[in-house]
């Protein structure tokens, strides 16, 4: 193959390429150096800019603009929200609980195994169902104690495309409790720019959300609930975000988020369409072509529109192995590559080993053509025929 051959790239769940609006917009708010929180002209442009950001993000999530705190990425946004929970419930209980699941990202799982080792919580990780991979409502209900001050559960599983029922749960939570009702939480990072997300509609009483998911940079925020009260700040200093995060606003970057939420706000409709059109192609070519040597996990499940997690039986040796040979196209597997490890959330989802460790995660993107998805599925099918 010709070496100047650009790889298709499939592995949109790990991250999205700049939209060349995004890129233009952060690039121009470069010339607006001056600090948001000082008075004078240059300032008032950068935090203008800032304000219009907020409004495009509101707008994406359907809440008010003033619901949308900057943060430096999901990470931290997880991070502050474990933080905030537990600083709120150290005041009336001396355990603290926390509700979550065992396929979350690791920005939720690893706070809160640090936080559990040194003995300031006590945490239910609730298994999810091998047939759908999802949880149930039931399993979260069932897991509920007065000491609960969090139930934390992403929309999109990144590896599977799953999504969960956080709606459901977080009302089914609500009208169980009625009062003292923990806070609810969700990480739609790996949804937000593929579906729709309705903060309000989810129950939620704030989501994460991250910018290079969906096109956009490096950055993220932490978007409330209008009715929820909010969590404790995490980041002390000098009250920027009103209060909420302190530190000096990332002019540039924040520009950059919220162009990529207007960029999907004026054609989500479309988007998820052709994201779906692109899975829904591959997995048919997967059937014609390979036929029963191919396990699609939980396609009879709700997942994103984007994503296909497929297991090659008849390649000879593990996902990471096949993705090395292919030379068409770019993919993930969610684990090392070595060829005793699979990913860690196909493990909790219950997949063996065996079958897990052939699996590799293809996540389309809006830029995805027909032609690509032949030219990936032609080579899928030669590696993994009997030679």
Known sequence: MASNFIKIYLDNNATTPLDDRVKSAITDALDLWANPSSNNENALKAADAILEARSHLGK???VDGECVVFTSGGTESNNWVIEGT???AKKVSKLPHIITTNIEHPSILEPLKRREEDGEISVTYVSINPLTGFVTSQSILDALTSDTCLV???LANNDTGVLQPVSEIFQAIREKLKTNVPFLHSDVAQAAGKIPVNVRSLSADAVTVVGHKFYGPRSGALIFNPKSKRIPPMLLGGNQESGWRSGTENTPMIVGLGEAAKVYNEGFLNIESILRQNRDYFEELLLKRLRNSHIIHFIGSQRLPNTSSVAFLDYPSHGCDLLEKCQTFNASTGAACHKNECSPILKACG????????TVRISFG??????EIETV?????QLCSPS
């Open 86 to 88: 537990i600083r709120n």
């Open 366 to 371: 809006r830029s995805t053509k027909i032609a």
């Open 377 to 381: 599925v032609d080579e899928l099918v």
């Open 60 to 62: 994406m999530f359907n």
């Open 152 to 154: 934390t559960i992403m």
């Open 351 to 358: 997949i063996p080993f065996a079958v897990a460790s052939k």
